[in-house]
């Protein structure tokens, strides 16, 4: 049911229910002859696949399909009927009918086009990737979110890393979640975040992925580089997977953070799933408080993943990783509000080599000074569209003491950073304006030749960089 096809956003399902719509609706003007055998035909097609939709899963896109050949049935079988009853129903009365029905069906590739089940891009590095969950808790840090004083905070993180080829027709991994269940879960909680009914996304749950669950790592016994992330406010793990497939594919681990109670629903492998509790008062001065202590905690959040990394990587926790991850080359990244928390993190912990901020303004205080690399992606801001944004940004970056760039993306919206582009509807000031596949392609080449660069010390990513949009390089002698 999730196989699309390429460009119309449908499975062959889907296909065939659209086809036979299409048939039944234009039968009725066809020639005397061919009538019966194009309307028996086109009823049997739409009855067999919407059945098997209806087992399988029937998305809500295709219930204006059905409606109109629901509606067009009548003047379908009037051909067939006429000899009996001799009566024949009028052009002009037909004809508003077909123009309806046929606008209902048009009106299902629509809808699947502008809310489709993603179709994540291949990734293009060598290695086949593979991706497993783990659930740490800190013993040592309560929870700030709630009353307990013996809850102690916990995360989850989904790892991308380079894995060994995995066996022909290996079922992928789901898209926002382990199970089902979990995907559902986090696809309505981020539904309602948004403000949109959940059917809306309902095939955002339906995706599957290229990476494969627990799949064996990738054999030579080399280490990888690892990449840290934090997603939006409100956001989840797997809010850039195709980013994170991409850099797994090119020998990177990446560690993506559910932050539980900002994310918008964190399943905990108990069962429990905590709902988000961060949000916006509408009081930009207390926003802006609220936000530096949000960001508090999902900077120290990263500095506990890098530690059960380090843990992980000399044994003292168990896993297929252990002795695979290089802690010593580590990058610490983040969109929106994770941007900020990415900042943050590297200014309070000196393991984190590099730093990526994807269109997050810095919360919280601009010093120490940087003292790692730093790329920030924006999307194209103004002072009009909002005046501290890029002043505050400048400000952090210019204070560091490492070379860093700031690239603004020509076309780029804040969702442009993040999987949206997959699955929401193509509207420039949403999603931007660069396609559903090339926003994901364009943010994963200008992070991977910088952390290339950063973390490999191979080549100057300033070309790669300077072909994606307006760079600027910020290196440490002209802010003294």
């Known amino acids: 049911m999730t196989e699309i096809i390429a460009g119309l956003y449908v499975s062959p399902?889907?296909?065939?229910?659209?086809?036979?719509?299409?048939?039944?609706?234009?039968?009725?003007?066809?020639?005397?002859?061919?009538?019966?055998r194009v309307t028996?035909?086109?009823?049997?097609?739409?009855?067999?696949?919407?059945?098997?939709?209806?087992?399988?899963?029937?998305?809500?896109?295709?219930?204006p399909v059905m409606a109109g050949a629901a509606l067009a049935l009548p003047f379908a079988l009037s051909p067939l009927l006429r000899r009996r009853t001799g009566r024949r129903a009028r052009w002009w009365l037909a004809l508003p009918g077909t123009v309806a029905c046929a606008g209902l069906i048009a009106a299902g590739p629509v809808a699947a086009w502008a809310f489709p089940v993603p179709v994540f891009p291949e990734p293009s590095g060598r290695f086949p990737v593979g991706t497993r969950v783990v659930e740490w808790t800190d013993p040592h840090r309560p929870e700030s979110f709630t009353a307990d004083p013996h809850d102690r905070r916990t995360v989850v993180v989904q790892l991308w890393y380079p894995a060994q080829e995995s066996p022909e027709g290996v079922r992928r991994a789901r898209y926002l979640g382990r199970t089902e269940h979990e995907a559902r879960t986090v696809s309505d909680a981020l539904a309602d975040g948004a403000g949109l009914p959940g059917f809306l996304v309902d095939g955002v749950p339906r995706a599957r992925t290229h990476a494969v669950f627990n799949a064996p790592v990738a054999g030579g016994g080399g280490r990888f580089p690892v990449v840290l992330f934090s997603p939006g406010s409100g956001g989840v793990r797997t809010q850039n997977t195709a980013w994170a497939e991409e850099l797994a594919s090119h020998g990177y681990a990446v560690a993506a953070l559910d932050h539980p109670y900002d994310s918008a629903a964190v399943v905990l492998a108990d069962g429990r799933t905590i709902r988000s509790r961060t949000s916006s008062t509408g009081d930009r001065g207390k926003d802006d408080d609220l936000a530096v202590g949000w960001t508090a905690v999902r900077a120290a959040d990263l500095s506990f993943v890098l530690t059960q990394l380090d843990r992980l990587e000399r044994g003292e926790i168990t896993g297929p990783l252990t002795g695979r991850l290089d802690t010593g080359r580590v990058a610490v990244t983040g969109h929106s509000m994770g941007g900020a928390a990415a900042l943050r993190a590297a200014r309070q912990d000196h393991r984190f080599d590099a730093i990526i901020d994807l269109d997050g303004y810095p919360?919280?205080?601009?010093?120490?000074?940087?003292?790692?690399?730093?790329?920030?992606?924006?999307?194209?801001?103004?002072?009009?569209?909002?005046?501290?944004?890029?002043?505050?940004?400048?400000?952090?970056?210019?204070?560091?003491?490492?070379?860093?760039?700031?690239?603004?993306?020509?076309?780029?919206?804040?969702?442009?950073?993040?999987?949206?582009?997959?699955?929401?509807?193509?509207?420039?000031s949403i999603t931007g304006s660069l396609g559903r596949a090339r926003g994901p392609r364009v943010v994963a080449a200008t992070t991977l030749a910088f952390l290339e660069a950063t973390l490999r010390h191979e080549g100057d990513p300033t070309g790669v960089l300077s072909a994606y949009g307006d760079l600027s390089v910020l290196h440490p002698e002209d802010s003294r």
């Not at 296909?15 to 009538?35: D, E, I, M, Q």
């Open 13 to 36: 399902l889907e296909f065939l229910a659209v086809l036979g719509a299409v048939a039944l609706v234009t039968a009725r003007w066809l020639p005397a002859t061919a009538r019966p």
């Open 40 to 63: 028996i035909a086109a009823g049997a097609v739409l009855v067999l696949s919407a059945s098997v939709l209806s087992a399988v899963g029937f998305r809500w896109q295709m219930m």
């Open 363 to 428: 919360h919280g205080p601009t010093s120490p000074a940087l003292r790692r690399p730093v790329l920030a992606l924006t999307a194209a801001i103004t002072p009009e569209t909002d005046p501290r944004y890029l002043p505050r940004l400048t400000e952090a970056l210019e204070a560091g003491t490492a070379t860093s760039y700031r690239l603004t993306v020509p076309g780029a919206a804040h969702l442009t950073f993040m999987d949206g582009p997959l699955y929401l509807p193509p509207v420039p």
